[in-house]
């Protein structure tokens, strides 16, 4: 079955500080795999997307990185922001069937991220 | 550019009324894709759609219907309320390539 789990469920940090957000997924096969950031009562938000050969991504003080052999990721983020605070979630997409690209996307529950000043 | 708007963005119905979740993108994107999202669990795909005239069922996609008329609308109809659709509805969007983009969220409440 394809699954995406994410951990922790929630993370409390002070601000400036970095954490780092776990994603382990058992899709098969696999397009790509995507970060999103959710603001509470907003839609998903993009921050990076990954395809098979690519190990790492940056998107400002955010950096996912990806072991497709361990079919595991994660997203650091680097000296964290109050507005940092949201649910943080894991998505990968796997093939429809025609296009290798657009796929259907397998959402983890997220990780919900409190910064604290 | 507007993105993938969506309407309206509360709503309350009563068990057994029937409701349109509207969803326009101005993207030109073929594909779109309707989403629920319980709290504290992923979102779940429940039709999508690859082009004008084309729909395809998700994960859940029992007590909903789609239509895709143009490559801009992509309506979700319920037609008889049920508790257990209470949840937040999330339209995507996406040309042919990896990036979606999400529309604001219409929460739904049926009592």
């Known amino acids: 079955k394809n699954q995406v789990e994410q951990s922790p469920q929630s993370l409390i940090i002070l601000e400036g500080k970095n954490c780092t957000l776990q994603c382990n997924y058992t899709v098969s096969p696999f397009s790509n795999l995507r970060w999103y950031k959710q603001d509470t009562g907003r839609g998903p938000v993009s921050l990076t997307i990954?395809?098979?050969?690519?190990n790492t991504k940056s998107n400002g003080r955010y950096t996912a990185t990806l072991d497709a052999d361990t079919k595991q990721s994660s997203l650091h983020i680097t000296a964290s922001q109050l507005s940092d605070s949201a649910s943080y979630i894991c998505v990968v997409s796997a093939p429809f069937g025609g296009s290798s690209n657009t796929g259907k996307l397998i959402f983890g529950q997220g990780t919900t991220l409190q910064v604290k000043p | 550019n507007a993105g993938v708007t969506q309407t309206p963005k509360f709503r309350i119905l009563k068990i057994g009324q029937s409701m349109t979740l509207q969803c326009a993108q101005d993207m030109n994107h073929n594909y779109m894709y309707w989403y629920r999202q319980d709290p504290g669990m992923g979102l779940k795909l429940i039709y999508y759609?690859?082009?004008?005239?084309?729909?395809d069922k998700g994960e859940v996609p029992n007590g909903y219907n789609v239509s895709r008329s143009t490559t801009e609308d992509f309506p979700l109809r319920l037609e008889l309320a049920a508790p257990s659709q209470t949840s937040v509805y999330f339209c995507?969007?996406?040309?042919?390539?990896?990036?979606?983009?999400f529309g604001q969220g219409t929460r739904l409440t049926v009592v």
């Open positions: 759609s690859v082009g004008a005239g084309i729909t």
């Open positions: 995507a969007s996406s040309r042919e390539g990896p990036r979606a983009f």
């Open positions: 990954m395809t098979f050969s690519e």
